[in-house]
């Protein structure tokens, strides 16, 4: 008859607040076996039932070592240690990303607590600015060429394989503002992405303002004089960029 042994093995990790269970092995001996923890503890919240089975939800992180000894119907027994590694579960932190600048250099990083690092990082849902980009190591960078805002979905896969997602992260396009002065006023642009839309109108003295239209693919602004001068304007366009004129 073989000697009794216990099968001594890497136990799976816990995650605090999770259920958790494994079994342990024996071979050898005669059946059934009758198990019971012989020095140290688990992780609270686990249990060694007699029947081998270490289960529960674990409610502290740390690394815990104990050992168990197996008994076989004839009385023989066996011994052996393990360690339980009982960690808060995987969780990402960004709940926000800085503005993007189009045209500036732009850098972000993505922050996880929990788990087993290191992690690594995908976008999974949505899509960054064009120019940017998000690597392995969870850092969002790149130079922005405009386009608009966006909202995206970000994972975070720890080195056990375990995954957490992000929130909805909404990405946003700075407007590139546009200062244009004309003879009757000055009038404040927001550029974003391929529209535009009219921020302010500041007329000058002796002359009234009137919005022909206040954004899309064009702003138009009448500066009409309160008495005997030329009616001025401002026209901002998309027209293979944004183009500005004035008058």
Known sequence: MPPLAIDVVDLTEATVGSAYDVVLVATGGQIPYTWQVATGVLPPGLALSSAGLIAGVPQATGQFSFSVRV?????????????????????????SLPEVEAGSSYQATMEATGGAPPYQWMLVEGQLPDGLSLSIEGVVSGTSSGGSSTNLVVAATDSLGRVAHSGKLTVVLAADRRTVAAR??????????????????????????????????????Q????????????????ADGVVCSHG
């Open 223 to 238: 500066f009409v004089p309160l008495q005997g001068d030329a009616t001025s304007w401002v026209v901002c366009e998309v």
């Open 184 to 221: 009757g006023g000055t009038v404040f642009v927001d550029v974003l992405g391929e529209s535009v839309s009219l921020f302010l109108v500041s007329p000058a003295d002796g002359f009234s303002a009137i919005v022909v239209e206040s954004g899309g693919f064009r702003v138009e602004v």
């Open 71 to 95: 008994a076989d119907q004839s009385g023989r027994s066996a011994s052996a240690s393990f360690a339980l590694t009982a960690t808060n579960a995987l969780r990402v932190l960004t709940t």
